[in-house]
């Protein structure tokens, strides 16, 4: 239709509607271009809107799981901190059962998980450059790549209990005791009536806290503890940072 009127327009030497017919026609794609841009842009807005959402869900759990795996790790270390004043006395003040208790405190492995899940779709679909606060996109590969040393420093615990503190506590300590789990399931068997508890020998623990080697013992896990919360505590202070920014983005 278009070629027909531009070949009428050539024969009849019709310049004017010529140039006119061509102004129509780049008016139309210029139109139908930016009418294309407009709507990926507005896709592109839309999928920030659903990656920052749902970035501000996984890191207000982020913030609480890591409120509550510093809390254990207080709790860990005040245990110590007990076990070693009881150590001082003559007589520990405490029954052998609440000094069991104290050293299972010890043996806490916790351990902080993060949610990535939102994180590894962003970057593993290549769609990070498409959030506009760079300094949000900083934020996040900078609490990432924290998470990634936090994990070792977690793995490093883990090893120093099954290759230090369980071949310990198996030969000085009454292990189903004083083992956090082993207790867990103690109070399990007590609660349902089990007649299957685990044999405690009062000797054992008494015995083991008048040595040094139980005091270096449990002086580590309060390192290690001590180490963690350090490294969580950082993290918490990014998680606070990129929920700012998230709220900063979102408004």
Known sequence: ?????????????????IVLELVIVIAGLFLAFQLDRWYEEQRLKADQ???????????????ARLNQIIARADQKMKAVVA?????????????????NQLV?????????QAVDITYLNIVGGGEAVELSNAELKKALADFYAFYELTKQIQNTQELQFVMLWQ?????????????????QLRQKYMN??????????????????KTKKFENMIVLQWET??????????????????RALLNESIE
């Open 83 to 99: 076990l070693r004043d009881e150590m001082r006395k003559d007589q520990p003040s405490l029954s052998v059962t609440q000094l």
């Open 49 to 63: 809107i659903v990656q920052m959402t749902s970035l501000v869900e996984d890191f207000a759990e982020n913030e």
């Open 225 to 242: 503890a001590e180490d963690l919360v350090n490294n969580w505590s950082d993290l918490l202070e990014k998680t606070k940072h990129i």
């Open 1 to 17: 239709m278009l070629l027909q009127r531009l070949k009428k327009h050539l024969r009849q030497e019709n310049w004017f509607a």
């Open 104 to 112: 299972a405190k010890t043996t806490d492995l916790a351990t902080f």
């Open 167 to 183: 071949p310990y506590a198996l030969n000085n300590l009454d292990y189903a005791a004083s083992n956090r789990t082993a207790g």
């Open 192 to 209: 349902d009536g089990s007649t299957l508890l685990p044999y405690i020998d009062p000797e054992l623990i008494l015995t083991a806290m």
